[in-house]
């Protein structure tokens, strides 16, 4: 065992050097104010005053909303298509699995700005409906461009953990189920969903914190109005340069999403224990 | 006895592959019935066709003289034991013997009352709230078997539900079983490959080889008078040898002529003779109709099997007299334990 420690040190310094020190670096930031040396730290919480205004407090409340929408939307659609790739036999399952990730491999912007011809005032959609003499519809720039191209991008990361809860599962259960008296509806509720769980969990965290820290989609899709958290960070760091509060606007995130996580589990276990 | 289950000509097959080939068999009610037979034979199978688990390619599948080919699983009066328990790990004792009461509807006092008679009847009284996932496997065996009986099936059916337990616990446990199902009285359908367990709890064993049933008859019957050369070589560890059926109640093998109680065999018809190892008597040499010379002796715990080589064969013996090794002895039989039965492709 010790010889394998050994091997794991490259990798410790990695996680230290990359993912530990920003971190680090990042609530440092945080708590201190503009012009500081790393001689003379002068720390304060001002730059979490100043993200009580209105105008900031409504950034964080969209894109909390959206996450929530795109989320919802991804599960709603995301579990069905999992469950009936469970049903597949495996050769056909694993076909279906590779088709759900083929959009990733291809760049994200790349995919992106397919989305913006299709969806444009000119694009594919309005000239097929101006053919058949329907008029325009404006797609662009809305709540519905932004939460369509998350939800085309996040997607996968939903079904895939789902279907791999769902195909792993003992099917005797499925069949005790059903020997004790459940019908399809009841079998899938009692015992087929509640097992499936942990992977509803894994879907709905990582679509979550995809959607919500996104800034290339509400960029692109949402336009130059269109300012979600990812968007509020990237200006402060990019064009503004208060790398300060860019980094407690960071935090905020980090703790709210933790909060959110946290409350995920937790609901999990209640229910666990409510059945 | 009145008939519960029938099965009539009963086919499956799995692609080219004919599991089942023509099974006819009846199961009574209360009765302890055992499908015996070694692993791939069709078992599993048979059982779940009369779960609704999978559909029979031909032949019928009756319940109480209805056929049931086309009632799904959860609405027939059966429940089932799985090899591997199935329980639910997401809920805990008390819920997984529930279930089934649960989605009847039942009313919650009285679901508490039977589920606490159940574990009560399985040794699990304390056991309630514990997570399902932390118990040993003989404490999951009984929280399957009592999430089962609560339901008060017409017909329990256990697919070796006594596989993955140890030596001593599978004794209690089918010691258990046998009392459990006498004392809520419901037909039994066991399936096991091993056949002193058939012996020990069945009232009747049903003994089946590559999808077809070799024999059906009370232990004893199966035990003493195996129909065939399969049978009588997968109960017990008989000697089994070809023979030469002179005439009514004689006999020939290893060129010795003996006396029998089977007649009705054509004149020097070739046959089957099956010697149980406890039915061969060791004697002195001269005394014996077959001599030959000790080779082996194991203790076996109550009995010692010896292993005596004669001119054309080694036979095996039970038998509770110590033989040294190298001794040269007689054996002799007498006409009711020389079993003479057909030739059979097997
Ligand atoms: N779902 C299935 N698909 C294909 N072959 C199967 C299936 N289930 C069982 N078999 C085959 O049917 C035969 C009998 O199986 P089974 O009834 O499980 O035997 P047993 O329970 O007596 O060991 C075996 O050869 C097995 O491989
Ligand atoms: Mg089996």
């Given at each position: 065992m010790r010889h394998f420690r050994k091997l794991s040190m490259p990798y410790l310094i990695w996680c230290i050097i990359f993912i530990l020190i920003p971190l680090v670096l990042i609530v440092l930031y945080a708590f201190t104010t503009v012009g500081n040396h790393v001689i003379s730290l002068n720390f304060s919480l001002a730059n979490f005053a100043k993200i009580n205004d209105p105008t900031y407090i409504r950034v964080f409340i969209k894109s909390f909303e959206l996450g929530v929408i795109t989320t919802i939307i991804c599960f709603i659609g995301g579990y069905p298509l999992a469950f009936i790739i469970s049903r597949q036999k495996e050769s056909v399952q694993d076909l279906l699995i590779l088709l759900v990730t083929v959009p990733t491999w291809i760049n994200m912007l790349l995919r992106t700005y397919a989305w913006m011809n299709i969806l444009a005032d000119n694009g594919i959609i309005n000239g097929l409906l101006s053919r058949l003499g329907l008029g325009q519809v404006t797609m662009m720039y809305t709540n519905f461009s932004v939460v369509l191209g998350m939800v085309c991008n996040f997607m996968p990361f939903m079904i895939i953990p789902i279907h791999t809860s769902l195909s792993k599962m003992d099917g005797s259960l499925i069949e005790a189920a059903m020997d004790l008296g459940a019908n399809r509806l009841q079998t899938f509720r009692m015992v087929i969903f509640r097992l499936s769980m942990p992977g509803v969990i894994n879907g709905v965290v990582m679509v979550f914190l995809m959607a919500i820290s996104s800034f290339v989609i509400p960029k692109l899709l949402g336009g130059g109005q269109f300012v979600l958290i990812g968007n509020l960070i990237e200006s402060q760091f990019i064009s503004i340069g208060d790398w300060n509060f860019g980094s407690a606007i960071s935090t905020i995130l980090a703790v709210l999403i933790l909060i959110a996580m946290r409350l995920m589990k937790s609901m999990d276990l209640k229910e666990a224990e409510a059945n | 006895m009145e008939k519960i289950i029938e099965l009539k000509n009963l086919t499956k097959n799995f692609g080219d592959q004919q599991v089942l080939k023509g099974i006819n068999l009846d199961i009574h009610q209360n009765e302890f019935l055992t499908l015996l037979g070694p692993s791939g034979c069709g078992k599993t199978t048979t059982l779940r066709i009369i779960a609704g688990f999978e559909e029979p390619s031909g032949g019928e599948v009756l319940f109480d003289g209805i056929d049931i080919s086309a009632v799904p699983p959860y609405k027939r009066e059966v429940n089932t034991v799985f090899q591997k328990y199935a329980l639910f790990p997401h809920m805990n004792v008390f819920d997984n013997v529930a279930f089934g009461l649960h989605i009847r509807k039942v009313d919650k006092q009285i679901v508490e009352t039977k589920v606490r008679r159940m574990l009560d009847l399985v040794g699990l009284s304390d056991y309630e709230n514990r997570d399902v996932t932390l118990l040993s496997g003989g404490q999951q065996q009984r929280v399957a078997i009592a999430r089962a009986l609560v339901n008060e099936p017409k017909v329990l059916l256990l697919d070796e539900p006594l596989g993955a337990l140890d030596a001593k616990l599978r004794k209690?446990?089918?010691?258990?079983?046998?009392?459990?199902?006498?004392?809520?009285?419901?037909?039994?359908?066991?399936?096991?490959?091993?056949?002193?367990?058939?012996?020990?709890?069945?009232?009747?064993?049903?003994?089946?080889?590559?999808?077809?049933?070799?024999?059906?008859?009370?232990?004893?019957?199966?035990?003493?008078?195996?129909?065939?050369?399969?049978?009588?070589?997968?109960?017990?560890?008989?000697?089994?040898?070809?023979?030469?059926?002179?005439?009514?109640?004689?006999?020939?093998?290893?060129?010795?002529?003996?006396?029998?109680?089977?007649?009705?065999?054509?004149?020097?018809?070739?046959?089957?003779?099956?010697?149980?190892?406890?039915?061969?008597?060791?004697?002195?040499?001269?005394?014996?109709?077959?001599?030959?010379?000790?080779?082996?002796?194991?203790?076996?715990?109550?009995?010692?099997?010896?292993?005596?080589?004669?001119?054309?064969?080694?036979?095996?013996?039970?038998?509770?007299?110590?033989?040294?090794?190298?001794?040269?002895?007689?054996?002799?039989?007498?006409p009711d334990d020389i079993h003479v039965m057909w030739k059979t492709p097997y």
């Open positions: - | 209690e446990m089918q010691f258990e079983l046998k009392k459990i199902q006498k004392e809520i009285g419901i037909t039994f359908v066991f399936v096991t490959h091993d056949q002193e367990e058939a012996l020990t709890m069945s009232d009747t064993v049903v003994v089946m080889n590559e999808g077809t049933i070799q024999q059906i008859g009370s232990p004893i019957d199966i035990y003493n008078e195996p129909e065939n050369r399969f049978v009588a070589g997968f109960i017990g560890e008989s000697n089994i040898i070809d023979g030469i059926m002179n005439e009514d109640f004689l006999v020939t093998f290893d060129d010795v002529q003996f006396e029998c109680v089977d007649n009705g065999f054509p004149r020097d018809e070739p046959v089957d003779v099956v010697l149980r190892p406890e039915d061969i008597d060791i004697v002195k040499p001269e005394e014996g109709k077959l001599q030959g010379v000790v080779r082996s002796v194991t203790f076996k715990g109550v009995h010692y099997e010896i292993v005596v080589e004669t001119r054309h064969r080694k036979y095996r013996i039970h038998t509770t007299d110590f033989c040294a090794v190298d001794t040269p002895v007689g054996l002799t039989l007498t």
